[in-house]
């Protein structure tokens, strides 16, 4: 009866002190230790190295020969100089992917770095370069594992017992390690994989490690409809499906700007911030494929490093090294630059956006596109969800903004509804522009004054930086050439400490 | 007898002091005093306004009606302010255009502010605003009239009186005029404009004031054949058509890296810096149309202000007002973030471009067209001049430039070779770009290591900031995807102080 073994637990834990207690997930309102380290921490690199690196592949099944993982100039070293010059306070390796091939040498399987040809224990040279170059290291780990006999035994906790060995290898011969992600559970039953066990095990090793299983919450106890996070707008609404976890993982999903955190198990509410993850490959690539691809824009990479870390949430960004053992150069500029032009800076607090003016304000169109019944309303652009959109029902048109013509502007940032196109490969799309110009005027006088004049496709974000500041009761943003019915995702309207806006 | 002109004019030039030698352009070297002023203002804001505003034409012929010239909002004070917000150091303002028009109260024309519905002077208005801001107020002024009936005299000297009349307005009534900018000698013999009466006159008010005539410079001594500045690359092989001048134009072309400063007049020779013109309009247009368009991005402005004020070069911006008679807000904008983003501050140098080690480099190509008996040859992309261009034979290819692997960079600008679409207005083009994936990469190793991806089109201008230095002994550029055989005009690979590097 799981009530009592809560109070028996609150019992054990006050008498034998916080160690004790943090291998249990008590009911909360606020972050606890684990929670407000990870908070802290905010920013990590995530690292997808493996088997799949070698074939071109985003999954594999644990059939790919072992052979076949043959790095020719494998450098964690680099890997982790990278994170460090980029002002990432954590990394996050993938140790072990569905595929069930582990990137330390495992007692309890052969389909391991120690049986390929490059032994190295990469595990190992990681957490040793985290060490050297002062930053905090964390694991992902998939439960999924399509190559480990036991995953096939009748009884789940043969496979349990096998995650429960590796996870102690882990927790207990490459130091401290600041959080484990889990991944692939919705191929059991959530109650399945033990993760009462794994949590308690895992948490007596190091009681500050952050645990969570990807897709966390459920839109309704016992039932495995995740929930999406674009909706986790109220408290105690929604549900854990794996009980313990302290944060809540939707990969690659974006929270709203309204993200709430308290979240319900069997009648409890608990506090859960939100972990993001995204690609640096502007395709949406995890492992590195053996063609170069390209990046995600540096006006996209700041405008998603604030989103994912404002609120008390936090962002991984996906780096991967390629065939050769490093990450390449093109990549690591990318998020080098980034910490450079918005300054995110070791030993300092991350640099935050400034203050969204147009949160929640009223919008009128010039049209709105009503299509199976869903009307693409205005509003949508203000309403900080990246999920939701405004379409106009004609190739031109406008949206007008109301606002406070008391309060100050000088940056404007716009996410379009792009076109997505998947490619031949099987694992990239390309997203591309419909809106080709446009144009940016403000209410002056009883004037639309032209304050900006996009003439060139607005990318994946477009982010303009004004000089100086701006005041209006209105905004007014108009397409004037589009290749399809134009919709915007978000514009917002923000009041940059001028400093900040003059570095980007 | 000229050679006597100069004798008697230097000895008295020695007898009566400098005042009088600056009223004659005297052999020299080494820029004098006003040539020295010029250079150390170095740029300024160039202002279009007259009647061609109120008609959306950039030239008429002196028959649109005054009562045409009705700007609702006139504020040459705000055209100031953006000036001073912009680090321009002084002013060039369009007095009189081809078509008579005087943006003055003359005495010696009704075509005229003082007879249009708007009396103001705006010649005034713009020198007292100058003097307020702190900064030079300098004049345009045509030579060429298609107003005034004494042009129409079969005795030139008719209209050079007019003219002398109209400048000694100018000089005498609005405070001093650092520089006189003469244009549409073309319309007229060189020597019919009288140039030494003006320059003597113009002297004889402000010896300091630098005076100039577009097309400055000619192939052949008394033929009429411009100079291009591409091919100002040796000294003392081209020639004045305007004796006396200052310095040179040739309004809208740019200068090599290697402009020489040496011309010749009746066997002497004379030094002589460049004064640049653009317009922030991407499309180039110089009067401001009713129509907002688009602005340089700040990439190409970053890269011509840098490229127009090397080497003692001047460069002025046009930003004309609209017909309510104010700067567009988009306009000042883009010139604003132009001063904040290099770092164009008042009582500082101008800041300056890094050293481009990629100069006259060897380069080589995996095609090259040849057309008409021209070869679009490789090395173009390393001369340091704009005017030429590689091509490929074929829609994609690579370019090697060999480097010195001592020297390192952090920057790369490339200018493509653009297609160039005359517009229907009859004033303005647009420039669009043939390539669309490109890739940039240094030999490392025995291996060509990708340390950028460009996935979208680069633009009039393309700037690549490094978040480090590179030193390698050639680099790659490789087109992977164009609309038509692809042209590069330059390729300046450069080493920049990285705090300069980090800003932009």
Redesign the interface.
């Known amino acids: 009866m799981k009530f009592r073994k809560y109070i028996v637990s609150v019992w054990l834990g006050l008498l034998f002190g916080t160690v004790a207690l943090a291998q249990q997930q008590v009911p909360a309102t606020k972050p606890n230790k684990a929670q407000q380290l990870m908070i802290k921490r905010g920013y990590g690199m995530f690292i997808h190295f493996g088997v799949n690196t070698f074939t071109d592949i985003e999954w594999s099944d644990g059939s790919i020969p072992v052979e076949k993982y043959n790095p020719t100039n494998l450098d964690p070293d680099q890997w982790v100089r990278v994170a460090r010059?980029a002002g990432f306070r954590y990394v996050l390796l993938i140790t072990k992917h569905h595929d069930g091939f582990c990137l330390w040498d495992s007692k309890y399987t052969d389909y391991d770095v120690a049986s390929s040809p490059v032994k190295m224990d990469v595990v190992k040279a990681v957490s040793d370069a985290c060490k050297k170059y002062g930053l905090e290291f964390a694991v992902y780990y998939s439960l999924w594992d399509r190559k480990e006999p036991s995953y096939q035994d009748k009884d789940p906790q043969k496979y349990i017992d096998y995650m429960k060995n590796q996870l102690t290898e882990l927790f207990t011969n490459y130091g401290d390690i600041c959080e484990l992600w889990l991944d692939g559970g919705w191929d059991r039953k959530p109650e399945d994989w033990g993760m009462d066990q794994i949590y308690k095990l895992v948490k007596g090793f190091n009681p500050n490690c952050a645990i969570s299983v990807n897709h966390t919450i459920v839109n309704e106890a016992g039932k495995r409809d995740f929930t999406h996070p674009s909706v986790m707008t109220e408290d105690n609404t929604y549900f854990f499906q794996y009980f313990p976890s302290d944060f809540r993982l939707w990969d690659p999903m974006l929270i709203t700007r309204y993200d709430k955190k308290q979240y319900l198990h069997e009648g409890q509410s608990y506090y859960l911030p939100f972990e993001h993850t995204i690609c640096i490959s502007?395709r949406w690539n995890w492992f590195q494929k053996s063609m170069?691809?390209?990046?995600r824009s540096q006006d996209e990479l700041e405008e998603l490093f604030y989103w994912s870390t404002y609120n008390d949430n936090c962002l991984v960004v996906n780096i991967p090294p390629d065939q050769t053992g490093r990450i390449?150069?093109?990549e690591a500029?990318a998020v080098?630059?980034l910490?450079?032009?918005i300054g995110i800076t070791k030993n300092k607090p991350l640099p935050t956006n400034g203050t969204f003016i147009s949160a929640l304000q009223d919008v009128t169109a010039s049209s709105t596109l009503v299509e199976d019944g869903v009307s693409y309303a205005a509003t949508a652009v203000t309403d900080g969800n990246l999920e939701s959109r405004w379409s106009a029902a004609d190739t031109t048109g406008f949206l007008d903004i109301t606002l406070d013509p008391k309060k100050r502007f000088n940056k404007i940032t716009i996410f379009e509804y792009q076109d997505t196109k998947q490619l031949d490969d099987g694992f990239s799309n390309i997203r591309s522009n419909r809106i080709q110009e446009y144009?940016v005027q403000i209410w002056n006088n009883g004037n639309w004054?032209?304050?900006?004049?996009?003439?060139?496709?607005m990318?994946d974000c477009k982010v303009i930086?004004?000089?100086?500041y701006y005041q209006t009761a209105k905004l007014r943003f108009s397409i004037l050439k589009a290749t399809g019915l134009p919709a915007i995702k978000e514009i917002n309207i923000i009041d940059m400490p001028e400093a900040q806006n003059?570095?980007g």
């Not at 170069?292 to 990046?295: E, K």
């Not at 004054?449 to 496709?457: H, K, L, V």
């Not at 930086?465 to 100086?468: E, G, I, Q, S, T």
Request: charged letters at 40%.
């Open positions: 010059d502007s170069d691809l390209p990046v390449r150069e093109y500029n080098i630059s910490a450079k032009r144009i004054e032209t304050i900006y004049i996009g003439a060139e496709p990318g930086r004004f000089p100086k003059k570095k």
